[in-house]
Every structure is written in C-alpha cells, then in structure tokens.
C-alpha cells in the first residue's frame, strides 16, 4: 500500500496528519489490464477496448493520525467507460504519441484518446485515478474534513 509505507517515514508527524494513496486498474472481460510492457502490447489492449465496454477501478487508502495512533480507511471506486470503434491506424498514431505507456489499460481519459469514449457510466474523476467526490465523501463520514 503506497500511504502506508509514506507513513513509516513519518514517525514525528502531528495529530491530524493525513496521508492519501490511491491506484487505478483497468479491467476488460475480468482480466487486469496494467501498464503496457511495450507499444505492440498497447496496441494491442486498445484494440480489446474499443467498441466495448470496460471498468476502472480506483482503490483508496486514507490514513490519519490520532491520538498518536494511525487508522486506515479504505474504499474503492467503480465506473464503466465505453469507446466507440477505433481503427488500427488511430490506436497505432495514438500509441506512437507515447501517452499510453504509463498508463493502466494504455489509455488515459483526459488526454489525447479521450475524443473515442462514447460515454461513461460512473465518476469521471476516478477514471482520471482519484474519484475526489467519493473521497470527501467518505472521510466526512469518518469525520475528517479534507477541505481544510
């Protein structure tokens, strides 16, 4: 978990301190799609999800320090993105820009292959890789006020 090994850094932090970790998959017909090893596998990923219906999920993990105890909340986000069709010729120019290749499922929504999602069913932002809402959400129900 990112925020708990940011936290074993931490031992002289304040009451009140609050750490935030979070990442995103991309999950096509139940498989895992991470990061693309290489291009060809970028382009081939892309070609799984176009014209189809996927999921992103973005797992959170919010520690707080109190009373010089840290406590963890956690809770994940779900959201179905779909992309019209796609040709091999605009996957290949897209993964030649590089984009792809640090991203979960070769793609990222906000930027160049965003003009192909047909729509989203779901939060934008944890697509982007961190659902803002649901975060402030669920830590106003631990009683946290992330808005300073």
């Known amino acids: 978990d990112k925020a708990a090994s ?3 850094t931490m031992k002289d932090s304040a009451d009140g301190t609050i750490v935030i970790g979070s990442d995103t998959v991309v999950v096509f017909e139940n498989v895992i799609l991470g990061k693309p090893y290489d291009t060809e596998d970028a382009v081939n990923t892309l070609k799984k999800l176009q014209a189809n219906t996927h999921q992103v999920y973005t797992g959170v993990s919010v520690w707080e320090k109190k ?8 809770f994940y986000e779900s959201t179905d ?3 019209y069709p796609v040709s091999d010729e605009e996957i290949r120019e897209y993964v030649a820009t590089g984009e792809p290749m640090d991203k979960a499922g070769s793609y990222g929504i906000q930027g160049l292959f965003g003009i192909y999602v047909k729509g989203i069913s779901g939060d934008y932002n944890n ?3 961190l659902p803002v809402a649901r975060l402030f ?3 106003k129900k631990s009683g946290i006020d992330l808005r300073g």
């Open 137 to 139: 959400y669920e830590m």
């Open 81 to 83: 993105v779909t992309f």
């Open 127 to 129: 697509v982007v890789g």
């Open 6 to 8: 940011v936290i074993r």
């Open 67 to 74: 009373e010089k105890v840290w406590t963890e909340h956690t």
